[in-house]
């Protein structure tokens, strides 16, 4: 079974950094794109950061281009999203989900819980 | 980069009702469009993709058509378990956005 879980959310104050986690079970994450999607309170949801089976190929939000760093950990299943710098703004629940890539296109067919991350001092 | 946009925000409807949802994206997308349903608490699960191929395990219910700029999601004879908030996403190219929302509740 295709499961993701998310973790390292928590409280952080303004300025502060923090090191999100999703490890993958059921497939082999290096094998998909990986993303991050992120729910601030009663918003909308909205795309991260990605990165793409080959590693070559990283995208990042305009709204947090030169805070984010998302990479991966082949041996442990795992993608992570580094997040410096944060603000109140970025307070959301973070997601983290599976792309499938096919000639029909692309989508996110599989998602984790999500990790609530609260920027306040 | 590729901006998307919902009608309505938000609908009111009964169960038993039809419902459509549009989505516009600001420039073509193709049939790279696709849909989400989103509760509260629970992570977001893929209704359609391409436009218009029903997700393996989704009600033959929802239906999704479009291509271009122009798409709609419809639901047929709405559950109770189907209030919700749809988001479409445009996967045309980077970074894949999605629309603002629409949010469906129980008349």
Not at chain 1, 94 to 114: E, H, I, P, V
Not at chain 2, 38 to 54: E, H
Request: with cysteine; aromatic share 12%; net charge neutral.
């Amino acid at each position: 079974e295709v499961q993701l879980v998310e973790s390292g959310g928590g409280l952080v104050k303004p300025g502060g950094a923090l090191r999100l986690s999703c490890a993958a079970s059921g497939f082999f994450s290096s094998e998909y794109g990986m993303n991050w999607v992120r729910q601030a309170p009663g918003k909308g949801l909205e795309w991260v950061a990605s990165i793409l089976s080959d590693d070559q190929y990283i995208y990042y939000t305009d709204s947090m281009k030169g805070r984010l760093t998302i990479s991966r950990d082949n041996a442990k299943n795992s993608v992570y999203l580094h997040m410096d710098r944060l603000t109140p703004e970025d307070t959301a629940v973070y997601y983290c989900a599976r792309k499938l890539d096919t000639a029909l296109g692309d989508w996110f067919d599989s998602w984790g819980q999500g990790t609530l991350v609260i920027v306040s001092s | 980069d590729i901006q998307m946009t919902q009608s309505p925000s938000f609908l009111s409807a009964s169960v038993g009702d039809r419902v459509t949802i549009s989505c516009r994206a600001s420039r073509s997308v193709s049939t790279f469009l696709n849909w989400y349903q989103k509760k509260p608490g629970k992570a977001p699960d893929v209704l359609i993709y391409a436009a218009s191929t029903l997700q393996d395990g989704v009600p033959s219910r929802f239906s999704g058509s479009g291509s271009g700029t122009d798409f709609t999601l419809t639901i047929n004879n709405l559950q109770p378990e189907d209030f919700a908030t749809y988001y479409c996403q445009q996967s045309y190219n980077m970074p894949f956005s999605f629309g603002p929302g629409t949010k469906v509740e129980i008349k």
